[in-house]
RNA sequence: GCCGGGGUGACAGAGCGGCUAAUGUGACCGACUGCAGAUCGGUUUCCAGGGGGUUCGACUCCCUCCCCCGGCACCA
């Protein structure tokens, strides 16, 4: 089934053709680390996480690539405001939010690569950048991108320059020959960090350090860009502005995705409206699965609205999901060769499975897809309702473990063993028993000590079956 | 002001020029049941922001108005 994917440059979805045939190169705006992680972040990264999962599944060799802009001035900023070093920052930030990754099960990220550990890069597409014409050096030993010499400006978010200039509400930084013009470079003040450079000590430029990151590992041209509306401009226009006029190379990336935004409440999130939500605290209050599948219950253009029960709802919903898992594995352990249902069982495990890909070929659906999941579960509870037998609840298993893949949900594991079982075994034989001496104390007593361990039992029709958490 | 994206049933949220608007949550009824849990069946939405237009037919296409969100070159 071809990929469709949902191009801004476009502005249409485009079918997926990889540069080189099965290799896809994907980069991601990463952050820059000068503040918690937040829930906003995390939908973002949540939902480029489930693309690269979904094109590996599909076959694709993909090469996920996230920059950490660990000098910029919004750290600066907190260096002087806090007196700690931006290197400290840098180390406490992205270590929580590795760490919420890791949490979130976002996984599919194969290098980190921090801006710092790109200077020659970046020097080198300046000084590539000034020589070729297109960006100057101001007298204070900062350089500016001459946007003015780069017809394509403003493309990718259809910005005008004139309108622009039009509506400024800022003073114009006299050091430039344009409004438009932004910093590649960026000259020390004091108290500032530096690097030494042909035009004095400074600093990159917010934008320049994505362009040295993706052009070493990925050259002049890739498949695959990244990130939030909120980045179009002028963060993207900028990195195509500075990779195409250095490299002459156009399109510098054949597809650009942006992930709709987060509000919370129906407001824009700021700490200063107390609605701030960080990522840590998120994943105290809720289970990290369940975050994940908050975010992806709408397609990952969409804006969403976080609210707190927004997410309990998602949590009930994904709950029903998860407990016909549990279903699937307590009857694999009935083991019955063969059932009824079994001929139903299998045709919908097929379909749920065509209608999963397809929603996920169609822009990586993801909400589609739960939908279809959602109908297959209906499905599978009928069949084992009615009785199923083993090869079909094999194949529902795998087709739930095929989804989780995919969406990074459906991980718990299961920690049966074969002593497991045959306490389990006994236990649910002594409470049989009890029930039929309407001992239901008994009965009840097993269970709820049961209930503790985090192991349910549930009466069924033809007999007891054990869920474990 | 300019650019981009939205406004769908109680809520969340998809698809589609034409079958009852997917799916979930909530609520209600029923089945199952010692109790519990889970599940199944059914009910609940029917001016899809307002207005015009195109069409045999629009929630889906076009225009317009209203509202919401993000961005708009300094850099706090």
């Not at 497991?420 to 007593?445: I, N």
């Not at 097993?446 to 209930?451: D, F, Q, T, V, Y």
Request: with cysteine.
């Amino acid at each position: 089934m071809t990929i469709r994917v949902y191009n801004t440059l476009s502005r249409r979805k485009e079918d997926f053709v990889p540069l080189h045939g099965r290799r896809v190169s994907m980069f991601v705006c990463g952050i820059t680390p000068y503040d918690a992680t937040h829930i906003g972040h995390a939908k973002t990264y949540v939902a480029f996480d489930v693309v690269a999962r979904y094109l590996r599944r599909k076959g694709y060799d993909v090469f996920y690539l996230q920059n950490v802009t660990d000098i910029e001035d919004r750290l600066i900023d907190r260096m002087h405001k806090s007196g700690r070093s931006w290197k400290d920052l840098v180390k406490e930030f992205v270590g929580e939010y590795l760490d919420g990754m890791t949490r979130l099960a976002c996984t599919s990220v194969n290098l980190y690569a921090y801006a710092t550990d790109y200077m020659p890069e970046i020097l080198e597409q300046i000084e590539g950048l000034i020589a070729k014409g297109f960006a100057y050096a101001a007298e204070d030993g900062s350089v500016y991108y001459d946007t003015t010499r780069y017809p394509d400006w403003g493309k990718l978010s259809g910005q005008k320059v004139e309108e622009h200039i039009a509506g400024a509400r800022v003073a114009v930084d006299e050091r430039k020959r344009n409004p438009a013009d932004f910093a590649l470079w960026k000259a020390q003040k004091p108290g500032e960090p530096a690097w030494d450079s042909p035009w004095g000590k400074g600093r990159p430029g917010w934008h320049i350090e994505d362009t040295a990151i993706t052009v070493r590992h990925f050259g002049p041209r890739y498949d695959i860009h990244g990130g939030a509306t909120e980045l179009m401009f002028p963060h993207h226009e900028a990195e195509i502005a500075q990779a195409e006029a250095f490299t002459g190379v156009k399109p510098f990336v054949n597809v650009w995705m942006h992930g709709g935004m987060l509000m919370v409440s129906g407001e824009e999130m700021h700490k200063s409206l107390g609605n701030f939500w960080a990522l840590k605290d998120a994943l105290a209050r809720w289970e990290p699965e369940v975050l994940r599948f908050f975010y992806l219950n709408a397609h990952y253009r969409s804006p969403i609205d976080f609210a707190p029960e927004l997410v309990d709802e998602a949590g009930r919903s994904y709950a029903r999901l998860r407990e016909t898992v549990r279903t699937i594995d307590a009857e694999r352990r009935r083991t019955p060769d063969a059932g009824s249902a079994d001929a139903a069982l299998r045709a919908a495990t097929a379909t749920a499975l065509e209608a999963f890909d397809a929603a996920m070929a169609d822009d990586f659906n993801t909400r589609e897809a739960i939908a279809a999941i959602f109908e297959y579960a209906r499905s599978v509870n009928k069949a084992v309702e009615v009785g199923t037998g083993r090869v079909a609840l094999d194949e529902a298993a795998t087709a739930f473990a095929r989804f989780g893949e995919v969406l990074g949900l459906f991980a718990r594991a299961s920690a049966d063993d074969a002593v497991v079982e045959g306490l389990m075994d006994l236990l649910v034989r002594l409470r049989e028993d009890a029930r039929k001496r309407k001992d239901f104390a008994t009965a009840d007593g097993i269970r709820e000590g049961l209930a503790k361990l985090g192991i349910v039992l549930e009466d069924t029709r033809d007999g007891v079956r054990w869920k474990s958490a």
